[in-house]
């Protein structure tokens, strides 16, 4: 599995955090979850710091901030994203990582579109608006934070909008990507599907 590229894209709260986790560990392969560099960006601007000057000085260190999964932080990441320096300052990390040897699983929006259009395998994990905002809402009020789930899924939807209509890179799945729908799978059922898929081309 030398340089062995898995890319898996798919609108806010489909499963794919939990789909590439569970497929990095099934394979051995290392994972990167590619909302994390938005987030940390989005974070960043919340502090006033302009968006492509924080892309450019983004550091590892900075995505394992814990306060990255906040939905202000998730809306500021999805409007620096429409910003094409600040997706270009992120370019060429996610291709080094892509590239370890051993396999690497990328989530995102654009992996298999622009970031590994020549990856091995690539998957779109969805699921219907209201089936995500859901998951979203119990996540959240999990995690303490009270959002109404009508919040929820306006917030999902507002994403999902600039995500997909976006001029550059905008959300799609690849021609040749595996569209996994999950809005009526569970997560076992979701995971065996890209198991399956990743396992018939290895
Ligand atoms: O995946 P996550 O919800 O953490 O991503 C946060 C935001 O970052 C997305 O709404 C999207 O605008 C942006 N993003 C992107 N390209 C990626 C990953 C995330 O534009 N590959």
């Known amino acids: 599995s030398e340089g062995f590229t898995v890319a ?12 590439s986790k569970a497929v990095a560990a099934h394979f051995g392969f290392a994972h990167l979850d590619t909302g994390l560099l938005y987030r940390a960006v989005g974070a960043k601007v919340l502090t006033g710091v302009d968006a492509i000057d924080a892309a450019l000085a983004l550091m590892p260190e900075d995505l394992e901030d814990d306060s990255l999964r906040t939905p202000e932080v998730a ?6 994203a429409v910003i094409p320096q600040v997706r270009a300052a992120l370019l060429d990390f996610q291709r080094s990582f892509a590239a370890r040897a051993g396999g690497a699983v990328l989530d995102g929006r654009d992996i298999g579109t622009v970031i590994c ?7 779109f994990v969805t699921a219907s608006a209201e089936v995500r905002a859901q998951r979203r809402y119990a996540e959240l009020a999990g995690r303490g934070i009270s959002d109404s789930f009508e919040q929820v ?9 600039r995500d997909m209509e976006r001029a550059e890179a905008p959300l799609r799945p690849a021609d040749d990507a595996t569209i996994i ?3 009526r799978l569970t ?3 979701a995971v065996a599907a890209a198991v399956a898929a990743i396992a018939a081309v290895q």
Do not use: N
Not at 153 to 161: C, S
């Open 75 to 80: 809306q500021a990441a999805s409007k620096a």
């Open 117 to 123: 259009p020549e990856a091995h395998v690539k998957l």
């Open 153 to 161: 899924l306006a917030d999902v939807k507002a994403r999902d909008t």
């Open 187 to 189: 997560i076992e059922q």
């Open 8 to 19: 898996i894209d798919g609108p806010a709260a489909a499963g794919k955090g939990t789909v």
């Open 181 to 183: 729908d999950t809005s």
